[in-house]
């Protein structure tokens, strides 16, 4: 059973509230970082991403990265740009990108359930950024950055939440990208033992995004034995129908020798093939090429999409197994120079960019993944394709901190 606890969280002053939030460290680069973090102080990027305070090429894991990290994040804590509520209750929050709404429970997740399995994950993770992770909540002693998880949905819980959210939010604002933040408080005694008591009827729960930031915090909680807080982490959790997960698509260097009508021949063996495509494929099983300035719409035959194993009926696998390994020779994606993955969120036109520029030769536009297949190959303990998943809205890092 999923066993959730409120906490004193340490979060930004309202008025404040959107000069300090920020995208999350990892979807960005230092230069971008530094190019939105330009004139701003308060940004959280000068706590989340503290190169762009130091000197250009100075690397990511030097001491004085993560020295100036602390000392940036004590800055704004000392200013009382970020303040520590006085008591540990939970809180919700809401984001609003376009027409899509999702409202989470934001709260502190057991570091032992996530070794055991009850909050189960679908992603392997690089040591190199856990590394980074842990020292970065060791030397802030905090987590600054929430794991995104969710569950299947609720009645009572979805119920909940929609009467509760009718009282005026605690912060309130809309970023530059256009996504509205708002976050509620749940102090009340009834409401904190309501929220319990209906996750600890819940069996489980999914790491939808966040990987690294949880197998940090449960490295972090097995070394310091649980002292202090940090025998919990910090939690966004979302209902399963809810989430919105955008495609990752992916983009290749070379042809692997191959023509490309040649390519194209070989790949009218594996898919029914329409050379008038779309960019973007209106359903599982079916992708769109970019080729030589045109779009094809793939439709994988019947034949290789069979299986009952809901590992091998994922489209990114089917493209893996059947197309990127045999016919461009990319065996292994997480380490192959040849292929990169655009995230959804840049649309079809950034890929067709990349392709016109000479700079890849090909791309791949996906169907997204369904929020069914990610559970049910966590259920059954698989482990999805890197860049399977693409999740938005993102999680503004700052909302909340959980000090351990």
């Known amino acids: 059973m999923a066993t959730l606890k409120p906490f004193a969280a340490l979060r930004p002053a309202p008025e404040l509230a959107s000069q300090i939030c920020e995208l999350p460290y990892d979807v960005m680069s230092s230069d971008e970082a530094r190019e939105i973090a330009a ?4 940004s959280f990027l000068h706590v989340s991403k ?17 020295a100036r990290g602390k000392e940036n994040f004590q800055k704004l ?4 740009a970020l303040r520590q509520d006085g008591q540990p209750y939970f809180y919700l929050y809401r984001q609003i990108m376009g027409r899509h709404s999702q409202t989470g429970l934001v709260a502190a997740a057991s570091c032992e359930e996530y070794l055991r399995g009850i909050i189960k994950k679908h992603e392997l993770t690089r040591p190199d950024k856990e590394d980074d992770r842990v020292r970065h909540i060791e030397t802030l002693n905090s987590q600054t950055g929430p794991v995104f998880l969710t569950y299947q949905a609720v009645a009572e819980m979805d119920d909940y939440v929609q009467d509760r959210m009718k009282k005026k939010p605690d912060v309130d604002f809309t970023a530059k990208d256009g996504v509205r933040h708002s976050s509620w408080t749940l102090s009340e005694p009834k409401e904190i033992q309501l929220i319990e008591k209906l996750f600890a009827k819940i069996p489980f729960l999914y790491i939808a995004d966040g990987h690294h930031r949880g197998a940090a915090a449960a490295r972090v909680y097995q070394s310091r034995k649980g002292a202090g807080h940090s025998a919990q982490f910090l939690t966004v959790i979302f209902p399963h129908n809810q989430m919105q997960i955008l495609p990752y698509n992916r983009v290749l260097k070379d042809l692997n020798g191959h023509t490309p009508a040649q390519l194209l021949e070989i790949l009218d063996s594996i898919f029914a093939m329409d050379p008038q495509g779309q960019p973007k494929p209106e359903a599982k099983h079916q992708l769109s090429l970019y080729l030589a300035g045109q779009w094809h719409t793939l439709a994988f035959k019947h034949k290789y999409r069979q299986s009952a194993d809901p590992m091998e009926n994922l489209d990114v696998t089917l493209l893996q197994n059947h197309v990127l390994a045999p016919i461009f020779g990319i065996d292994d994606p997480r380490t192959s120079k040849r292929i990169a993955f655009v995230g959804g969120i840049r649309g079809t036109g950034e890929l067709e960019k990349l392709v016109n520029s000479g700079e890849f030769a090909c791309a791949f536009s996906m169907f997204p993944t369904g929020i069914g297949d ?3 190959i966590a259920d059954a303990g698989g482990i999805m394709p890197p860049k399977s998943t693409w999740f938005e809205p993102k999680l503004r890092d700052a909302m909340f901190c959980h000090l351990i």
């Open 374 to 376: 990610l559970m049910a």
């Open 50 to 66: 503290p190169e762009i305070d130091l000197p250009r090429g100075t690397p990511l894991d030097a001491p004085e990265v993560y």
């Open 39 to 42: 004139g701003n102080p308060l």
């Open 77 to 80: 804590i000392s200013q009382r």
